[in-house]
T-cell receptor
């Protein structure tokens, strides 16, 4: 069975600071990878996803993530955060080929201060 | 940490039968629970939002008579797929929101893989 680890549970940054949220997964086969965001009072939104091809994936709102297969990692980055990026971020993994079981990490709460 | 328990993890049923999926928050009160559906090669799709003691709010395109959601208590929400058909085969996952003083925290169930024959 697959698992996902997000090591940063709470992150506090000042506006314009750079962001990197860690995500590591455990699974023996190939996977699809996702980053979702939940803004206060809203439901999940997809930030970006990796299925195949270029391991550097660009998403909405200036976010990007890099899939490093050898490290089983899919870290989320943003060069300069804004106050509006305050939210909870979830990494998720789904094995390819047969079934579509999605497993989420425990989430990282990001607070951006003015 | 808080845990959301979702059962069953996998169910295979015949076409025309109904299937109930439970989502329980084990050590916190979940004022809001969300039900999602995952299709292969796609991102999660929100089906509905349920608040304890009130009717669920369904997303556009989701049939509320087919996907019955009940949120009878602060720790339990159920999704019933009525008269299931093969096209309902999918991965369903719930999440529960724990309201806190400073912010909200979302927890996910482990999901249910539904296969309708």
């Amino acid at each position: 069975a697959q698992s996902v680890s997000q090591h940063n549970h709470h992150v506090i940054l000042s506006e314009a600071a750079s962001l990197e949220l860690g995500c590591n997964y455990s699974y023996g086969g190939t996977v699809n990878l996702f980053w979702y965001v939940q803004y206060p009072g809203q439901h999940l939104q997809l930030l970006l996803k990796y299925f195949s091809g270029d391991p550097l994936v660009k998403g909405i709102k200036g976010f990007e993530a890099e899939f490093i297969k050898s490290k089983f990692s899919f870290n989320l980055r943003k060069p300069s955060v804004q106050w509006s990026d305050t939210a909870e971020y979830f990494c998720a993994v789904m094995p390819t080929g047969g079934g579509n079981k999605l497993t989420f990490g425990t989430g990282t709460q990001l607070k951006v201060e003015l | 940490g808080a845990v959301v328990s979702q059962h069953p993890s996998r169910v295979i049923c015949k076409s025309g039968t109904s299937v109930k999926i439970e989502c329980r928050s084990l050590d916190f009160q979940a004022t809001t629970m969300f039900w999602y559906r995952q299709f292969p090669k796609q991102s999660l799709m929100l089906m509905a939002t349920s608040n304890e003691g009130s009717k669920a709010t369904y997303e556009q395109g989701v049939e509320k008579d087919k996907f019955l959601i009940n949120h009878a208590s602060l720790t339990l929400s159920t999704l019933t797929v009525t008269s299931a058909h093969p096209e309902d085969s999918s991965f369903y996952i719930c999440s529960a929101r724990q309201a806190r003083l400073e912010n909200e925290k979302l927890f996910f169930g482990s999901g249910t893989q539904l296969s309708v024959l």
